[in-house]
Every structure is written in C-alpha cells, then in structure tokens.
C-alpha cells in the first residue's frame, strides 16, 4: 500500500489547511512565506515568471505563496479530486492565471522534457519503496543553477515517535488489541494526549494517532547523509534547510575562499550536522549529551534500526545505552526494559524529561544545481 491509498483507506487528511476564507488564506501564506524565504532563504519576489513544478500537492494551498508572487506553476497531482478542488481554489482566489497546467498522473507515470527553475516534493518522498530512484528523477526536472525542496521524516529527528509508537504497538500486542482499532486510539490517548495538547498543532489527536502512531509508513525515516550523498553523485548541493542549523559560514569574511578547492561541501555540512545530534533527537537546542559524540551516534544509530525492525514485525531483543550519565538516556533504557518484556508494565507519566522533549522529525532541504551560470 503507497501513503496516498492509506490516507484515502483511513478518509482522513493529515495536514489539513484552512483556506475557506480569504483571512485563513492569508494567515497560512505567513507561515508558507517564513518557511520558504526566512528558512529556506529562497526571495519570493524573485520567482516573478519563473517556472515551478510540485509534486503531489493535494489541493495546492502551499503554492498559493508562489502565484501571489506571478510564478508559473506546473503541478502533479495522481488523485483527481485534489486535481480537481485544487482547480476550483486558485479560480475561486483569481490566481487560476499562474497555474499553467495540472498533470494527474503520479510521480512514477508523469515525465516531461520541460526543465525548471524550482521542483518541489513535500509529504510523501520518502514513504515510497524506491526513494532513491525517485528523487533521482525529480532531480531531472530542475534546471542548472535551480533549486529542488523536499521534506523528509529524519532519521534521527524521529527517535521520540519512532519510540513512542513503539509503546503504544507493545501495549497493544499485551492486551491483545489491533493497532489500528478505536481501543488503540483510545490507549493512545491515555498515554500521549497530556503531551499533545501542550504543543501548537493544527490537526486533532486522531490524525495524530493515524499518521504517526498507528501508521506503517511512519518508520520511513530518512538519513540526512544518505540524502546529501544521493544529491552529490547529482551534481545538488545543500543551499538551506529547516529547522535552520548550520552556521558554518557565519562570522567569516566572503574573500576567505580558497577558489581552487574541490572538496564536497556535503560533506563538510554533514559534519556540521553530526555537532547538532542532540537537538535533532530532542527538539531541544539547550541540550548536550555528555560522554563521547561518536559513541553516543552509533547507539543511536544502532537503537533507531531495532525499533524500526521492531514496529515492522521483527523479533527484536533491545540493546540498552550504555551512557548513565544522563536522564534521557536512562529513562530511554526503562522503556527498552518493557519493549524487551523485563518490566511488565511502563509508567510513562513518570518519565517526565523523554516527555518533555518532543525530537524535530519532519525537515524541510533544499538543494542547488551546480552553477554553470555567473
């Protein structure tokens, strides 16, 4: 089963946006427009009569920011009622002008010899069984010097749900329920909905509960180095990202620039990226993990591929942490102790910092094309 047939088998939307009026609209424009020009560093008011093609867009309400902008917009949409209702919206806003044409097709079926200066795929990349290939051809479509944006379930950035369905999946295999049952959702409730309310979410608990907890699409995490690596072999190269992290080039004067280097600046930002480990995992900027870096990446590593075996249905025996020297650590090891059967019951509400932090599993990367152009 893709995520599009799960979503329309479960009649739920994810993510839904209030576009019904023009006060909503407005209000989710902001959010688009802090995301693509404050994070991801792209300026709107350049993309004037530039050509952008997004993947999978459903009723096309994040693209609203590029019409407002006289961007040419191309879409590929595979459900026809989304084509449709998506048609309606940009005509009931007189922005239909912007939107050249409408392919309903999937990504699989859909190919054109039209380059473009912005190709976008959020929500769905990595859930697909050949990602790699498929972001491969995405890439096909993006002109030199033109950017590509995607977001993905981090690899790392999931530790806390990745474990958290992990409970709810155990407490549901001891009381004999179906993960997908209203007595699931239901535990779920009792074990997560405290939490949940405290955050700033758009969507209700139950689409919570079908997208993250419940969901099999939900352990199709992304490693940010696999990404880099793929898009480097492509001749892509890390231009931004969100959450926003890197500070390499900050604080250093733009002439100190050694123009005959050819070394991967992938890598280099790969680097940077493994120094912010412990934000990535806990959401959390404060937070360092003591004890040694590398060690501490390999266990994480390491526990990420058992849970993720886990909640696919491999028999899995946990290995714990070996750091005691923090909290989190220990109170990570007490929940690998009941998913390996040695404590018959959890009390989750007692392990209050694992549920004060709340990881930063979706990310938003955009990468360039290698300039030709100066």
Same mark, same amino acid.
Not at 359 to 368: E, F, I, M, S
């Given at each position: 089963?893709?995520?599009?047939?799960? %979503?329309?088998? @479960?009649?739920?939307?994810?993510?839904?946006?209030?576009?019904?009026?023009?006060?909503?609209?407005?209000?989710?424009?902001?959010?688009?427009?802090?995301?693509?020009?404050?994070?991801? /560093?792209?300026? &709107?008011?350049?993309?004037?009569?530039?050509?952008?093609?997004?993947? +999978?867009?459903?009723?096309?309400?994040?693209?609203?920011?590029?019409?407002?902008?006289?961007?040419?917009?191309?879409?590929?949409?595979?459900?026809?009622?989304?084509?449709?209702?998506? @048609?309606?919206?940009?005509?009931?806003?007189? &922005?239909? /002008?912007?939107?050249?044409?409408?392919?309903?097709?999937?990504? =699989?079926?859909?190919?054109?010899?039209?380059?473009?200066?912005?190709?976008?795929? =959020?929500?769905?990349?990595?859930?697909?069984?050949?990602?790699?290939? %498929?972001?491969?051809?995405?890439?096909?479509?993006?002109?030199?010097? +033109?950017?590509?944006?995607?977001? %993905?379930?981090?690899?790392?950035?999931?530790?806390?749900?990745?474990?958290?369905?992990?409970?709810?999946?155990?407490?549901?295999? /001891?009381?004999?329920?179906?993960?997908?049952?209203?007595?699931?959702?239901?535990?779920?409730?009792?074990? %997560?909905?405290?939490?949940?309310?405290?955050? @700033?979410?758009?969507?209700?608990?139950?689409?919570?509960?079908?997208?993250?907890?419940?969901?099999?699409?939900?352990?199709?995490?992304?490693?940010?180095?696999?990404?880099?690596?793929?898009?480097?072999?492509?001749?892509?190269?890390?231009?931004?990202?969100?959450?926003?992290?890197?500070?390499?080039? *900050?604080?250093?004067?733009?002439?100190?620039?050694?123009?005959?280097?050819?070394?991967?600046?992938?890598?280099?930002?790969?680097? =940077?990226?493994?120094? *912010?480990?412990?934000?990535?995992?806990?959401?959390?900027?404060?937070?360092?993990?003591? +004890?040694?870096?590398?060690?501490?990446?390999?266990?994480?590593?390491?526990?990420?591929?058992?849970?993720?075996?886990?909640?696919?249905?491999?028999?899995?025996?946990?290995?714990?942490?070996?750091?005691?020297?923090?909290?989190?650590?220990?109170?990570?090891?007490?929940?690998?102790?009941?998913?390996?059967?040695?404590?018959?019951?959890?009390?989750?509400?007692?392990?209050?910092?694992?549920?004060?932090?709340? +990881?930063? *599993?979706?990310?938003?990367?955009?990468? @360039?094309?290698?300039?030709?152009?100066?």
């Amino acid at each position: 089963m893709r995520l599009i047939n799960y %979503y329309i088998k @479960k009649k739920f939307n994810p993510v839904p946006i209030k576009t019904n009026n023009k006060l909503n609209l407005l209000k989710h424009v902001k959010l688009r427009k802090n995301l693509i020009q404050n994070h991801l /560093k792209i300026p &709107l008011n350049l993309l004037k009569d530039k050509d952008i093609l997004e993947f +999978g867009p459903n009723r096309g309400e994040n693209s609203f920011i590029y019409a407002l902008n006289k961007a040419n917009l191309f879409f590929v949409e595979p459900v026809p009622y989304s084509a449709k209702q998506l @048609k309606a919206k940009y005509k009931h806003y007189n &922005l239909n /002008k912007f939107v050249k044409k409408i392919d309903n097709k999937s990504l =699989e079926k859909f190919n054109t010899k039209q380059k473009f200066d912005l190709v976008i795929a =959020e929500g769905f990349l990595n859930t697909l069984d050949e990602r790699d290939q %498929y972001l491969t051809k995405i890439l096909k479509f993006v002109k030199d010097s +033109g950017l590509v944006i995607l977001n %993905y379930d981090d690899y790392f950035g999931s530790l806390i749900e990745l474990i958290k369905s992990a409970i709810l999946k155990k407490y549901c295999i /001891k009381r004999k329920i179906r993960l997908d049952s209203e007595a699931s959702l239901k535990l779920s409730k009792q074990l %997560y909905y405290q939490d949940f309310r405290k955050l @700033k979410n758009t969507r209700p608990f139950k689409a919570y509960w079908l997208d993250q907890l419940s969901c099999e699409f939900a352990e199709d995490v992304w490693k940010f180095e696999k990404l880099l690596d793929l898009a480097y072999r492509k001749n892509f190269y890390f231009y931004s990202s969100s959450p926003m992290w890197s500070v390499s080039e *900050n604080k250093i004067w733009y002439k100190n620039i050694n123009l005959k280097s050819k070394n991967n600046s992938n890598k280099k930002i790969f680097n =940077e990226w493994k120094k *912010n480990l412990a934000y990535f995992v806990t959401g959390n900027e404060k937070i360092k993990f003591p +004890g040694n870096q590398k060690i501490i990446f390999q266990e994480f590593d390491f526990l990420i591929k058992q849970i993720i075996n886990f909640l696919k249905n491999k028999k899995t025996t946990f290995k714990k942490l070996k750091n005691k020297k923090s909290l989190f650590f220990n109170e990570i090891n007490s929940i690998l102790s009941f998913l390996n059967d040695k404590s018959k019951n959890l009390n989750y509400k007692k392990l209050k910092t694992f549920r004060s932090y709340t +990881g930063t *599993n979706l990310h938003y990367l955009c990468l @360039k094309k290698n300039e030709k152009n100066f």
